[in-house]
């Protein structure tokens, strides 16, 4: 008897034990949320103003060498928030229509996927996982994933030797047909019964130096290397037939948006449609990585990503955003809670030098997102060979470079542009001037001897209120630099000269009848057009002006 019930004690202890281990924790243990719900990837004021001024400058130097960006209207750095609103990027609480998407969870998102996931936090992502559904299964949205798992895969020799390894090139699209179609969704959910992919929450991602929205990485499976070392006879049909686990890390930003969403009793809708779409781009962007990863092993010998069409980057989760949105969609701010909207340009981005395109940022309005969480827009667009349907409209509000809002005003950005014009102008005018200096003074004059200091020469003149020409004053004239002088100034001196000429003529012929006499030559002195001479233009009241270089 008392056998008995020790092995019952030990039976209600393991049972207890199971209960535990297999329930959802009540709080993440490794995402710590702050108080106010911080969010560690948003913008700071720092960040702003040094991005701003990195692509100021790089719009300097494209000018410098000859190469001007291309600009549509007047644009900025940044966007306004009254633009925001004008152009329905936040949309109002009374006029939005909430998620209606019921379609079952997909097999590579169930909730057992997600790993120290409370229930009320997976609550608030199931929305943006139907979304994400969608994306995994519709028609109109498979043509990437026909063409990574159906396309003709060639080395690029061009890429392979920049990076220093074998690389592969898609350079088509698969055909869309009916049986690529269903094979390739019936493979994505095979993935997702072998849970080949676990999604987890972690602080401070970073890749390829910065920081990450999530990230995708192989698990090492000590089991099966321990079989495939073991069983070396069966290694080459194990190995074909084996799918590499992966792990899904998103950030933390997500995780800590959710919980506060599970707080609230009245959210509002217009944000929770923001972050159901941005959670579900991010996700499926992820997965594309993970299911190429996958494979790799299967692809030998590169287990590299690659290179789909003409671009020369191969980052397979911004080319699944390109072919279903028509290019790369980010939160504005990078709040992944939509706070400020979301936006989307055309990748991969326009930061070279000799590049002469400028990246602009386009708010998306909140009528587009509102409708991709609606069945019915899915109902309507069932054409797989329609592979534009969803792509985003580009007629919001737009910004230069940065991603992110600003309260610069347009007075602030039109005089930063006003500067560079007449900087570039001034270059322009400058180079020519030089030449002609060159020319007449048969040397080389420097843009630094143009700016020097004004030359201090000194001149004699006559003093005419004594009549005594053999008395002298030594009158120090300041010569500008030529460049300073404009057409309008020069224009004035010369008129300065003859309206002293006239006045002497009235004066003469206003003095009483007599002996004439020959009245002494009065030198004049103005400021010659460059900086090497003194132009001593000697003037009489019948003769005309004339012009020795001394």
Same mark, same amino acid.
């Given at each position: 008897?008392?056998?008995?019930?020790?092995?019952?004690?030990?039976?209600?202890?393991?049972?207890?034990?199971?209960?535990?281990?297999?329930?959802?924790?009540?709080?993440?243990?490794?995402? *710590?949320?702050?108080?106010?719900?911080?969010?560690? =990837?948003? !913008?700071?004021?720092?960040?702003?103003?040094?991005?701003?001024s990195?692509?100021?400058r790089?719009?300097?130097?494209?000018?410098?060498?000859?190469?001007?960006?291309?600009?549509?209207?007047?644009?900025?750095?940044g966007?306004?928030?009254?633009?925001?609103?004008?152009?329905?990027?936040?949309l109002?609480?009374?006029?939005c229509?909430?998620?209606?998407?019921?379609? @079952?969870?997909h097999?590579?998102?169930?909730?057992?996927?997600?790993?120290?996931?409370?229930d009320?936090?997976?609550?608030?992502?199931?929305?943006g996982?139907?979304?994400?559904?969608?994306?995994?299964?519709?028609?109109?949205?498979?043509q990437?994933?026909?063409?990574?798992?159906?396309?003709e895969?060639?080395?690029?020799?061009?890429?392979?030797?920049?990076?220093?390894?074998?690389?592969?090139? &898609?350079?088509?699209? $698969?055909?869309?047909?009916?049986?690529?179609?269903?094979?390739?969704?019936?493979?994505?959910?095979g993935?997702?019964?072998?849970?080949?992919?676990?999604?987890?929450?972690?602080n401070?991602?970073?890749?390829?130096?910065?920081?990450?929205?999530?990230?995708?990485?192989?698990?090492?499976?000590?089991?099966?290397?321990?079989? #495939?070392?073991?069983?070396?006879s069966?290694?080459?049909?194990?190995?074909?037939?084996?799918?590499?686990?992966?792990?899904?890390?998103?950030?933390?930003?997500?995780?800590?948006?959710?919980?506060?969403?599970s707080?609230?009793?009245?959210p509002?809708?217009?944000?929770?449609?923001?972050?159901?779409?941005?959670?579900?781009?991010?996700?499926?962007?992820?997965?594309?990585?993970?299911?190429?990863l996958?494979?790799?092993?299967?692809?030998?010998?590169?287990?590299?990503?690659p290179?789909?069409?003409?671009?020369?980057?191969?980052?397979?989760?911004?080319?699944? @955003?390109?072919?279903? !949105?028509?290019?790369?969609?980010?939160?504005?701010?990078?709040?992944?809670?939509?706070?400020?909207?979301?936006?989307?340009?055309?990748?991969?981005?326009?930061?070279g #030098?000799?590049?002469?395109?400028?990246?602009?940022?386009?708010?998306?309005?909140?009528?587009? &997102?509102?409708?991709?969480?609606?069945?019915?827009?899915?109902?309507?667009?069932?054409?797989?060979?329609?592979?534009? $349907?969803?792509?985003?409209?580009?007629?919001?509000?737009?910004?230069?470079?940065?991603?992110?809002?600003?309260?610069?005003?347009?007075t602030? #950005?039109?005089?930063?542009?006003?500067?560079?014009?007449?900087?570039?102008?001034?270059?322009? &005018? *400058?180079?020519?001037?030089?030449?002609?200096?060159?020319?007449?003074?048969?040397?080389?004059?420097?843009?630094?001897?143009?700016?020097?200091?004004?030359?201090v020469?000194?001149?004699? &003149?006559?003093?005419?209120?004594k009549?005594?020409?053999?008395?002298?004053q030594v009158?120090?004239?300041?010569? *500008?630099?030529?460049?300073?002088?404009?057409?309008?100034?020069?224009?004035?001196?010369?008129?300065?000269?003859?309206?002293?000429?006239?006045?002497?003529?009235?004066?003469?012929?206003?003095?009483?009848?007599?002996? =004439?006499?020959?009245?002494?030559?009065?030198a004049?002195?103005?400021?010659?057009?460059?900086?090497?001479?003194?132009?001593?233009?000697?003037?009489?009241?019948?003769?005309?002006?004339?012009?020795?270089?001394?």
């Amino acid at each position: 008897m008392p056998t008995v019930s020790s092995d019952v004690d030990r039976l209600v202890s393991q049972l207890d034990q199971t209960k535990i281990e297999t329930a959802a924790a009540s709080a993440s243990q490794i995402v *710590e949320v702050g108080k106010g719900f911080p969010l560690g =990837m948003a !913008f700071d004021v720092s960040k702003f103003y040094q991005m701003r001024s990195e692509f100021r400058r790089l719009d300097k130097r494209k000018r410098d060498l000859g190469i001007l960006p291309k600009m549509a209207g007047r644009q900025k750095h940044g966007f306004r928030p009254e633009e925001l609103v004008w152009h329905d990027a936040i949309l109002k609480f009374e006029d939005c229509l909430g998620s209606d998407l019921d379609d @079952e969870i997909h097999p590579l998102l169930q909730r057992d996927s997600f790993d120290d996931t409370p229930d009320h936090v997976y609550d608030q992502l199931v929305p943006g996982l139907r979304l994400a559904t969608r994306f995994l299964s519709h028609p109109s949205c498979m043509q990437f994933w026909v063409t990574l798992a159906k396309g003709e895969r060639r080395v690029d020799h061009e890429m392979s030797r920049r990076c220093g390894a074998t690389r592969h090139r &898609i350079s088509r699209n $698969a055909p869309m047909t009916k049986e690529n179609v269903t094979e390739v969704i019936r493979y994505m959910k095979g993935l997702g019964m072998a849970k080949a992919f676990h999604f987890t929450f972690a602080n401070g991602l970073v890749f390829q130096g910065g920081a990450a929205f999530g990230t995708a990485n192989m698990v090492c499976d000590y089991q099966s290397e321990h079989n #495939e070392s073991q069983q070396s006879s069966q290694r080459s049909s194990q190995k074909s037939s084996s799918v590499q686990r992966c792990n899904i890390r998103l950030h933390s930003d997500f995780y800590v948006v959710a919980k506060k969403l599970s707080t609230l009793q009245y959210p509002d809708p217009p944000q929770k449609l923001r972050f159901n779409f941005v959670l579900a781009t991010l996700i499926v962007h992820e997965l594309a990585h993970a299911i190429e990863l996958s494979q790799w092993r299967n692809r030998a010998p590169s287990p590299y990503e690659p290179f789909l069409l003409h671009h020369n980057e191969a980052e397979l989760g911004r080319m699944w @955003e390109t072919y279903v !949105f028509g290019g790369q969609v980010t939160p504005i701010n990078d709040r992944v809670d939509g706070l400020y909207g979301v936006s989307t340009w055309t990748w991969p981005r326009s930061f070279g #030098e000799l590049d002469p395109e400028r990246t602009i940022c386009y708010a998306l309005p909140m009528t587009y &997102i509102q409708e991709l969480q609606q069945k019915a827009t899915w109902e309507q667009r069932t054409d797989s060979n329609d592979t534009k $349907a969803f792509w985003a409209p580009r007629t919001g509000a737009t910004s230069i470079y940065m991603n992110s809002v600003t309260t610069v005003s347009w007075t602030e #950005e039109e005089r930063v542009a006003k500067e560079a014009l007449n900087e570039q102008r001034n270059l322009e &005018i *400058e180079e020519p001037a030089r030449k002609r200096r060159e020319a007449a003074d048969g040397h080389a004059v420097g843009i630094k001897d143009l700016a020097a200091e004004p030359e201090v020469v000194e001149k004699p &003149i006559v003093n005419e209120e004594k009549g005594n020409t053999a008395q002298q004053q030594v009158l120090r004239v300041k010569l *500008e630099p030529r460049s300073v002088l404009s057409r309008r100034k020069r224009r004035q001196i010369r008129k300065l000269a003859q309206k002293q000429s006239n006045a002497e003529e009235a004066k003469q012929a206003q003095s009483p009848a007599g002996p =004439m006499e020959e009245t002494p030559p009065t030198a004049e002195i103005i400021p010659r057009l460059d900086d090497t001479a003194v132009v001593d233009r000697t003037t009489t009241p019948d003769d005309a002006p004339l012009a020795k270089t001394k």
